[in-house]
Structure formats: structure tokens, C-alpha cells
């Protein structure tokens, strides 16, 4: 597993995969849609898929003497090692507006989502529909991307917008807490988020596998 792992971080990644993680930092900036980060991330991801498909890197990897679910868990791990940088990188962005940041008139006075934990619990969501849309999409036929990125793509703005417009209903307010304001509700929807990453990307796991072996390629 750490060799198909290292194939897929050496080889098969596009760079944009890689710099497409400082899209995190997005979580700095006020005014603007933060989950947009997470989206960014994702497109990195997708190039990353382009440029193995075009180097035909699925076949090359079935040709290796490892099973096809490996091939599978190989794609599936790199996709998570970029999300969970990404979601790092998230991570410092609410920890430093949590407590230094945390009255800045520039934050106080935006009127989109706040950095908070319910942000980072809803950029896991983001990236579990990502795995759970597009990633297990691919592996339906091991080749096409367009589909399944276009139906992502909807998804997760009308994701993004949902999650925007929540803490604007009356008696949502607390969505949008700063500092360590309601910390107990922002821990156990940050909980939900993880939970929601980890179960959409087993279960995409899971259904890619069996759709992959099937595949005669």
C-alpha cells in the first residue's frame, strides 16, 4: 500500500493538487464565501484526475501486481491526504480568528459565514460529497470525469449557498458565533461534519470497489 500511495503522490498527482491546498487560506478572508476553499481544493483533485486519465495511469496501475481494490484505495487515499492538508491549513485559519482575530471589525462586520468550527464541519461535508459524487462517480467507468464533476459542482454550491443563508433565519443566529461563543454547539457540529466526511468517503470507497472490479478494462 505505501508503494501505490507513493505512485500516486509522485506520478499520477497533478502539482495543481498540491497548490491547490493553500486554497485553505481562504478561511482569512472576510467577505467572502469561505466554503469556496474547499470547492478550490477539490478542483485541484480534479485536475489531478484529468492529468492521470490523459497518462492513462489507471491502466497502468491494474497493471501492476496488486489487487483492483488497491488501485481504488490508492486514488482514495491521496484524495483524503489533500483534503485533510487543506482542512490543516482551514483549521489554523479558525484557530487564529477564534482568539487573536476574534474582534476585528473586518470579521464583526461581515455579513457572510464566520470562520468558525461549524465552518470546518462544513467543509468536511463539502469534501464528502466531492468523494461520495465524483470520486465514486469515476470509478463507474474508470474514465469519464465530466458528469460526475458537473453534478458535484451544483451540489456543492447549492451546498455552499444552504450553509450561507443559515445563519441569516432567526433563531440560526448562533451558527455564526466568533470566538469561543457557543463553543460546545460548534464542537458538536464540527463532530457532525466529520462524521458526515467519514461516511459518505467509506461508503464511496466501498461502491468504487465493487463498480471497479467489474470494470473490464
Not at 450561507?164 to 461563543?181: K, M, R
Request: proline share 3%.
Amino acid at each position: 500500500m505505501r508503494n501505490i500511495m507513493l505512485k500516486e503522490m509522485k506520478l499520477s498527482a497533478s502539482p495543481l493538487a498540491y497548490l491547490f491546498i493553500l486554497f485553505g487560506l481562504m478561511f482569512f478572508l472576510p467577505g467572502y464565501p469561505v466554503l469556496c476553499g474547499a470547492f478550490f481544493s477539490t478542483l485541484g483533485l480534479y485536475q489531478s484526475f484529468l492529468y492521470a486519465r490523459e497518462a492513462n495511469d489507471i491502466v497502468f496501475s491494474v497493471l501492476l501486481p496488486i489487487a483492483k481494490k488497491d488501485v481504488v484505495k490508492g486514488k482514495y487515499g491521496f484524495v483524503c491526504i489533500i483534503e485533510l492538508c487543506t482542512l490543516l491549513l482551514m483549521t489554523i485559519c479558525v484557530i487564529v480568528r477564534m482568539t487573536a482575530l476574534k474582534e476585528a471589525p473586518m470579521y464583526r462586520s461581515n455579513a457572510l459565514m464566520n470562520a468558525n468550527l461549524f465552518a470546518l464541519g462544513a467543509a468536511l461535508f463539502i469534501f464528502g460529497l466531492f468523494n461520495l459524487i465524483f470520486v465514486g462517480g469515476f470509478f463507474k467507468t474508470a474514465y469519464k470525469l465530466g458528469r460526475p464533476f458537473v453534478f458535484y459542482i451544483v451540489t456543492a454550491f447549492l451546498c455552499i449557498g444552504i450553509f450561507e443563508v443559515l445563519h441569516h433565519i432567526p433563531g440560526l443566529e448562533q451558527l455564526n458565533s466568533f470566538g469561543t461563543e457557543n463553543i460546545m454547539m460548534q464542537l458538536l457540529l464540527l463532530l457532525a461534519g466529520i462524521v458526515a466526511w467519514l461516511l459518505m468517503t467509506v461508503l464511496s470507497y466501498r461502491k468504487a470497489c465493487e463498480q471497479f472490479e467489474k470494470i473490464d478494462l
